[in-house]
């Protein structure tokens, strides 16, 4: 099913990518551009830095394992944008949300202690994407549609404890690949700079993962497992500003 959504995406981003380019070659030789050609500079590069609220739509699915995270979080983004051919470019976006994850197996009062002394770090959720995107210039103004691939980091756990001659051992990981599609709209404030609104969706391909196992002299281990599609399941809303580096005139 996931499949159908990358091809979907995919789809319409060169949809949308062909469409000015036919219209444009119905227009008529008295047709005059909207802004000058200086309006239009070349941009190799452009860095975007972007903030604003993070919104989880995948629930609590095996909260008991996995714990919860907030309805809504901040996040803010890097992302850097390397043109490729004509309005094609190539992106690596560096996330960090920030919010606590509460309850699931495997805490444990020096846990909860650590997570408080160094509660800055404990909140930081990384993630890290890469893909295509397509700017199309209106004037001023410029819609950017993307699609692409990446993992989000919410924590892992490996804890082992011996009480007798039983040993138990709580494994967590929930770091899962996901597929991204998003799009910016942005007002060119100068060559060298854009104010942009910006939405972004992610949906998990990947599960996290976790195990309980419990093991005993002579006798076989006994391992029970759980799976959750409940992470890097969100919604992203931004605001932000975008440099052009190494932009010049046509």
Excluded at 12 to 30: E, H
Excluded at 118 to 145: D, H, M, N, Q, Y
Excluded at 186 to 213: E, I
């Amino acid at each position: 099913m996931h499949r159908y959504h990358v091809v979907a995406a995919i789809a319409l981003l060169i949809t949308v990518a062909l469409f000015p380019a036919a219209a444009r070659g119905q227009g008529t030789a008295n047709d005059s551009p909207r802004i000058t050609a200086a309006e239009f500079p070349q941009r190799p590069l452009t860095i975007a830095l972007s903030a604003g609220p993070n919104f989880n739509l995948g629930g609590s699915h095996g909260a008991e394992w996995f714990g919860t995270r907030p309805a809504a979080a901040m996040q803010f983004d890097l992302m850097m944008n390397l043109r490729i051919i004509n309005r094609w470019s190539a992106y690596l976006d560096l996330g960090i949300t920030f919010f606590e994850t509460r309850g699931g197996s495997g805490n444990d009062t020096i846990g909860d202690l650590l997570a408080k002394l160094f509660s800055p770090v404990s909140r930081t959720k990384p993630s890290v994407g890469i893909g295509l995107a397509c700017t199309l210039p209106l004037g001023r103004w410029e819609i950017a549609p993307r699609a692409g691939v990446g993992i989000f980091s919410a924590g892992a756990q490996n804890k082992t404890k011996t009480v007798g001659n039983t040993t138990e051992r709580f494994e967590k990981e929930i770091s899962p690949l996901y597929v991204n599609a998003g799009a910016g709209a942005g007002y060119r404030l100068s060559r060298l700079c854009t104010l942009f609104l910006d939405a972004s969706y992610r949906c998990p391909v990947q599960r996290a993962t976790a195990a309980y196992t419990v093991s005993r002299p002579g006798t076989p281990a006994e391992t029970v497992t759980a799976t959750s599609r409940s992470w890097a399941h969100d919604l992203n809303l931004s605001a932000g500003v975008k440099f052009h580096i190494g932009a010049r005139k046509r």
